[in-house]
């Protein structure tokens, strides 16, 4: 098994190094346009104060005519300046978009992480379903949903939230909505936004796969009021859920059953190579 990566490894600290130059570009670049943004408008309104006086003068027709030729020389000059400046404006438009997206991208995967690290920060049980509820609650944005436990070709409700756990029924592995979710080990969400959150019409189904083996399902009735979409973030923390809260639930399970696992040097090389 590959080693995992630490945060404060070489190549944690590399890849942090990388982004900071980058980003300390991206800051220099933005001053650059800012500079050059305003020598272009002090240079208009210069132009513009001497276009004022020339034209209070009284002149000859041939210093009229250089006026003009004047005129006419500094109007292309200004027509110049003009498309620079708005070149100008579209590349800072753009880099702040791109600014936002990278900065968008940056929370989305500092979201993932932190999911991901508490998940596996703990072998006890209660901690984990405590730690997986709130990844639902902060990051997805429900206060009403329920975590099943497979029990033969049954799904057991085994705690809840927002809801009477003792109100809520076993599912068939296989029928309805959440049980063929269950059986298929495929995520479901529903596209209906207007039926009322039950059993029968949820709005995510959450099967909790070990190497390809149903352990469970989270079922998601409904989410906050504030929340108008399942966004790609929440897919992604569905995956990640559907994987991770399996795996860190199996170990948890297995750490309750026996206290006594031996943990020395020995018994990790007997298991290793057997």
Known sequence: ???????????????????????KKGVQFTEELLDENERLRVRVVQLEEENHALAAQKMDSQHF???LDQIKEMGGEGDRLLERFSAVESESRDFKRRYQEIEEENNRLANLYIASYQLHSTLDLAEVVRIAFEIIVNLVGSMDFTLFIRDGSKLVPVCAQGRDLAGLPLITIGKGIAGKAAQQGVLYISGDEMTEASLQQP???????????LMGLIVIFSFLDHKMCITELDRELFNLLGGHAATALYSARLNADSKTINRDAASYIKILNS
Do not use: I
Not at 7 to 17: C, V, Y
Not at 203 to 213: D, F, I, Q, S, T
């Open 1 to 23: 098994m590959a080693d995992e990566e630490k945060p404060n490894s070489p190549k944690s600290k590399g890849a942090a190094e990388d982004f900071l130059q980058v980003f």
């Open 65 to 67: 005519q250089e006026l």
């Open 203 to 213: 709005k995510v189904c959450l099967p909790l796969l070990m190497e390809g083996k």
